[in-house]
């Protein structure tokens, strides 16, 4: 079955400074990748998607994420944090075709501090 | 979100009381899912639908029962509540095809005494 692991439960960063938020997933197929984030008290909203094209995806609010088959990994960076990215990122993935359920990972919270 | 509604928002039952969340969707798509979260453990599929009356089962199914008469509404039912059952519920449904992109709902928070 497919699943992520995400490392880190919480970060914390300063403003202005980088934005790393890891994410490893377990298949032996490169599976299709997400990033979701959810800020308090609501649903959760998507981030960008690794479909099997550019292993560089970027997303909304400056995000981006590689795909980095040797290592099963799709980290989730931003050049310099703000305040307001403060929040829940998920990192989910699912199988490649067809509506296949998401598998999310347990998330991490990103603080930033000013 | 835009074009998802769940109900009720927020509950507050006792042990043992059936209790049923709603979703609904105003955009005729074919994919629906309910997923609850639970701190330390993000979010976990508990059923999803691919059709009128198609459904099957996720990772934590137990104790908990789904519907879909017709192709906006996706209910969940707990036949008979727990407190293990305190959770946010979300609802999603899928808009693209090909990458299954998912479209939350806002979530309804059930705390059972």
């Known amino acids: 079955a497919q699943s992520v692991t995400q490392l880190g439960s919480h970060v914390s960063v300063s403003e202005g400074a980088l934005v790393l938020l890891r994410c490893n997933y377990s298949?032996?197929?490169?599976?299709?990748l997400f990033w979701y984030v959810q800020y308090p008290n609501q649903g959760l909203q998507l981030l960008l998607k690794y479909t099997s094209a550019a292993t560089l995806v970027k997303g909304i609010n400056g995000f981006e994420a590689e795909f980095k088959k040797s290592e099963t990994s799709f980290h989730l960076t931003k050049p310099s944090a703000h305040m307001s990215d403060a929040a829940e990122y998920f990192c989910?993935?699912?199988?490649?075709?067809?509506?296949?359920?998401?598998?999310f990972g347990k998330g991490t919270r990103l603080s930033v501090i000013a | 979100d835009a074009g998802i509604t769940q109900s009720p928002r927020h509950k507050v039952t006792e042990t043992g009381t059936p209790v049923t969340l709603r979703c609904h969707q105003t955009e005729n798509h074919r994919y629906m899912y309910w997923y609850r979260q639970d701190p330390g453990h993000g979010l976990r599929l508990i059923h999803y639908s691919y059709g009128v009356k198609d459904t099957d089962k996720g990772e934590v199914s137990d104790g908990y029962s789904v519907s879909r008469s017709k192709t906006e509404d996706f209910l969940l039912t707990l036949e008979s509540a727990t407190s293990s059952q305190t959770s946010v519920y979300f609802c999603?449904?899928?808009?693209?095809?090909?990458?299954?992109?998912?479209?939350f709902g806002a979530g309804s928070r059930l705390t059972v005494l």
């Open positions: 298949s032996s197929v490169p599976p299709y």
């Open positions: 999603a449904i899928s808009r693209g095809s090909g990458a299954n992109v998912l479209t």
């Open positions: 989910a993935v699912s199988d490649i075709g067809g509506n296949t359920p998401l598998v």
